[in-house]
Each structure stands twice: as structure tokens, then as C-alpha cells.
């Protein structure tokens, strides 16, 4: 159509221009982007409802926006102007202002009059249910985004996979890099087989969990959607394509089951777990197919540390190894051995608390052993190089309360003696502390429980000296002491160890 074409003044000085088909249904300051909406799905829609010619008029107005965008940066109302229209709507204008950084030219005050009038109530659909999960999508449905995006002539290719959306020359780069380690995991082939479609869109749609938040993904049926700003992260979009590719796996392996998905046949272990342990993030919890996604892009981020340590990955995510094992096995063809008898046993030390991992709280519950055994062994895999040899200078670069675990673990691993050694307890420390008060000054043993308080705490750090303070309760002088060994022991702390 010729009317998409900008005349010799950019319209974004002038205005959009008069369409000459007549009548229009509309009336406002999207008109223009409603009636060549209308015309575009014409051709590819049977009767498109003004559902999906407000949410395509939203697509046109981006893709202006991006191709022509210039005068002063304006990417929101002016303090104190009424919010109408898709400016009310925060997590639209939220993934919008962020992503137009690097991906957009500044937004020109005229479209500030257009997103002003398009209705979001048109725009997202019906809502959609899943386990815990509660969400709306712009569009009404990722189908009918990839299908306005077709009507519209937004498309292009990523390695080969057919890309909609309203895209950046630089985003089909961004994209194709964060692809990248699924696609020499998987294999081209597999990965063309399992997904027809990438599309980019600033807004997918919004969780509807508590207060509304933008969609970072869309995975299923062989369509995979993420957020422009997403992409903006590499590690994050590497994280959210692995989980919603994640999506596709657990739909292609169900069905050689006769399952919709892999994750709901008998024996899975996806959606079940007690601990935080047990899931890879809070996410995961929500249902099945969520554990799945999670666990699917760990494995495919970490693959090569996962293949070359398979003992360490399975032992570095406790009862979550189970997870990694199953989609290996039943999704790779990967053959994880079971881990030794010794680090079966190294594993099951550190649980009980025979280990100088973690700590008691002042219930006598073992707190943050696992915690520590799995960033420990996650540090080892990265500091091993492929020849098997590791880098101990480096392993060994943290404080010295640090020093002590890791040498523990390691020692276990290599099968060599450790020095007896058990959990420090809120309720030993707390009680060494008020015996030594009550000794004379020069006592060896006052100076013994002392020494042994101070290494406490420089081993617990400052949330196992805060557990302390509050099992000290009302007394002050104790409560004196404690800060002042923390004077000593807070200098031997390491952020991201604790």
C-alpha cells in the first residue's frame, strides 16, 4: 500500500496523512494507524475484530516509530499529564523506555498523542491460566502476533529460523548470539525442527501474579517469542530462550509418549520438591512444565561443565540433579554417571552437618550447607580447565574462612583425609561466649573459647553474627562482646561468599 510511505515532510513534524479511503470507523489521533491496520489485515484475516486491528495499529505505530523516530526524546507524558491509553499502561511504557536505548530513536511528541490513544483493553486479551501462573498476551494470542507481523511485512531470519516482529537490524545479532549455545548443543536440525517461528515484541503481554509485570518469554507450538528488552542482556536472553525452547522439548518428547508434554509423564520428577534446593528458581515451582523450561536452561548453558564434571553437576544442585539427569537421558541421549560411593558420602556429610559448610540456627536446623556445597563445586568445574588440571591459585583466591571450605571439599573429592569438622552452631557459639565471660582474663581456656567464637564468626559471616545476636536476646554485655569480635572477624568476609 502507498499510504505507509512517508511524504517529503516527515509526518512526525506534520502529522500522519489522510488516508483517502473513506469512511473510517475511527475517530482520534491513532486514526491513521487503525484504517491502514485495517487494510493490511484484510489480505491475510477473514473480518479482523477491532481487538486485532488495535493491537496491529500498536505494531504499526513501533514500526514508524522505529524507521522514522526523530525530535525530542519525550518517552513519556509530561509530569502531571493524564496518562491515557497505552502511557497508563506501566509495563508497556516501562519495556518500552528501556529497550529504546539501544534498539529505538528517541520518541517524537506526535506519537505521544498515538499510544495516548490506543486502548489497552483491546489490546490484551483474555486471560490465560496455568498452575500458578495467571497472564495476559498482547494480541490475544502469540499465533496472532506472528500473524500481524506477516500481515505487516515485519520479517526476516536468525540462523536460518524465520523472525516476526518489529526488529532491529542489531536485535537479529543479539539474537543469533544468545541462540548460539542451544544451536551447537542441539544441532541445527533439531533446533529447525522444533521451532518454526522467533518473533521479537516490545510488550508480549503481562504476569498477572500480584502486581503486573511485562513477559520476558512465550514458548509452545513451535513459537518462541522474547522481549526486546530482554535481548539487551545476553546472559539473561540466552536464559530465557534455553527456557522457552525448553517449552518445545517438553512438548516434542511428550509426544513420542502420547503425552502433551514430557514433564507430565509417569516418574517425572518435574514438580516435585520440598526445598529450595530442589528447584533451579522460584519460577520453577509454579508447575510442571515451568520446572522443566528452568532445568532445560541450565543444561543448556552449563552443558559443557555439566558433560566434562557430570559427578560435580549432579552433587552441585543436590536433589535438583535428578532433573538435569532426566532431561539428559531422555532428551540428549546423555548417560550421566551416578556419582561414587565417596562423593556420595562427601554429599551426604555436608547434609548432616559433618562439615564446615553452612551452620545450625538457633533451632538446631542445618541452614545454607547445600547452599555453599554447590557454589564450591560450580567454582571448581570453572576453574578446571579441559585437560583436567586445576588452576588452585585461583580456586584459592578468597579469604581465608573461604579457604577452609573449599579445601575441605576439595580434599573430599581427591578421596584425602579432612581434620573432624562439623557445623558451627548459633547455640554453641552463642553459649562458648557466655562461659569465657564468666572466666577470669588470662584463663587458657577463656582465651580457647574466645579464639573458637572469633573463628565462628569469621566462617558464618553476617548472617550466622545476626542469628547470634538475637539468641543472645537481652544482654547487653554479651551483646557487646560479639560486636566486638565482629570488628575483628568482618574484615576476613568476601562478597558472594556468604
Request: hydrophobic share 35%; glycine share 12%.
Amino acid at each position: 500500500m502507498d499510504g505507509i510511505r512517508p511524504q517529503k515532510q516527515s509526518w512526525l513534524q506534520s502529522g500522519p496523512p489522510k488516508l483517502k479511503r473513506e469512511p473510517s470507523p475511527y475517530s482520534g489521533a491513532a486514526d491513521y494507524f487503525r484504517e491502514m491496520a485495517r487494510q493490511k489485515l484484510e489480505a491475510t484475516v477473514a473480518n479482523p475484530g477491532p481487538d486485532l486491528i488495535e493491537f496491529t495499529a500498536l505494531q504499526l505505530v513501533e514500526h514508524k516509530y522505529l524507521e522514522q523516530g526523530s525530535g525530542e526524546v519525550a518517552p513519556a507524558p509530561a509530569a502531571g499529564q493524564p496518562k491515557f491509553g497505552m502511557l497508563g499502561n506501566p509495563a508497556y511504557m516501562g519495556a518500552l523506555a528501556s529497550s529504546q536505548l539501544a534498539c529505538m530513536p528517541a520518541l517524537a511528541p506526535v506519537l505521544i498523542d498515538v499510544l495516548g490513544d490506543l486502548d489497552p483493553q483491546k489490546i490484551f486479551g483474555t486471560a490465560n491460566f496455568n498452575g500458578e501462573n495467571k497472564w495476559i498476551i498482547a494480541g490475544g494470542s502469540l499465533a496472532d502476533q506472528i500473524k500481524v507481523s506477516q500481515a505487516v511485512g515485519a520479517q526476516g531470519q536468525v540462523l536460518g529460523i524465520p523472525l516476526t516482529g518489529v526488529i532491529d537490524p542489531g536485535e537479529q545479532g543479539r539474537l543469533a548470539k544468545a541462540l548460539q549455545p542451544i544451536w551447537d548443543q542441539m544441532g541445527p536440525e533439531r533446533v529447525k525442527k522444533i521451532l518454526k517461528n522467533l518473533h521479537i515484541q516490545t510488550l508480549l503481554g503481562e504476569m498477572q501474579n500480584g502486581s503486573a509485570a511485562g513477559m520476558a518469554g512465550l514458548g509452545g507450538n513451535g513459537q518462541v517469542a522474547i522481549s526486546r528488552d530482554a535481548l539487551l542482556d545476553h546472559e539473561k536472553a540466552k536464559d530465557y530462550l534455553g527456557h522457552e525452547i525448553g517449552h518445545l522439548v517438553d512438548e516434542e518428547m511428550g509426544a513420542k509418549f502420547g503425552l502433551t508434554r514430557l514433564s507430565d509423564a509417569p516418574g517425572s520428577p518435574f514438580g516435585q520438591g520440598l526445598e529450595a534446593g530442589d528447584f533451579r528458581s522460584d519460577y520453577a515451582r509454579r508447575n510442571r512444565m515451568e520446572d522443566f523450561a528452568e532445568a532445560h536452561a541450565d543444561l543448556m548453558l552449563n552443558w559443557r561443565q555439566y558433560k566434562q564434571f557430570p559427578e560435580l553437576g549432579l552433587l552441585a544442585r543436590g536433589k535438583y540433579g535428578e532433573k538435569l539427569t532426566f532431561i539428559a537421558q531422555q532428551c540428549y541421549d546423555w548417560y550421566l554417571a551416578p556419582a561414587r560411593p565417596h562423593l556420595q558420602e562427601m554429599a551426604e556429610a555436608v547434609r548432616s552437618g559433618q562439615s564446615p559448610l553452612g551452620y545450625r540456627n538457633a533451632d538446631g536446623e542445618l541452614v545454607d550447607a547445600d547452599r555453599h556445597l554447590q557454589r564450591i563445586l560450580r567454582s571448581l568445574m570453572e576453574h578446571t580447565g579441559t585437560g583436567g588440571k586445576l588452576d588452585e591459585e585461583q580456586f584459592f583466591n578468597v579469604s581465608k574462612p573461604e579457604q577452609s571450605r573449599r579445601l575441605w571439599v576439595l580434599n573430599a573429592l581427591r578421596e584425602e583425609s579432612n581434620q573432624p569438622a562439623e557445623a558451627i552452631s548459633v547455640q554453641t557459639v552463642t553459649g562458648d561466649l557466655a562461659r569465657a565471660s564468666s572466666l577470669e582474663p588470662g584463663d587458657p581456656e577463656r582465651a580457647r573459647l574466645g579464639t573458637g567464637v572469633l573463628q565462628a564468626l569469621e566462617l558464618g559471616g553476617p548472617y550466622f553474627y545476626d542469628q547470634c545476636r538475637r539468641h543472645l536476646g537481652d544482654s547487653p554485655a554479651l551483646q557487646q562482646q560479639l560486636s566486638s569480635m565482629m570488628i575483628v572477624a568482618g574484615p576476613t568476609w568476601q562478597a558472594g561468599t556468604f
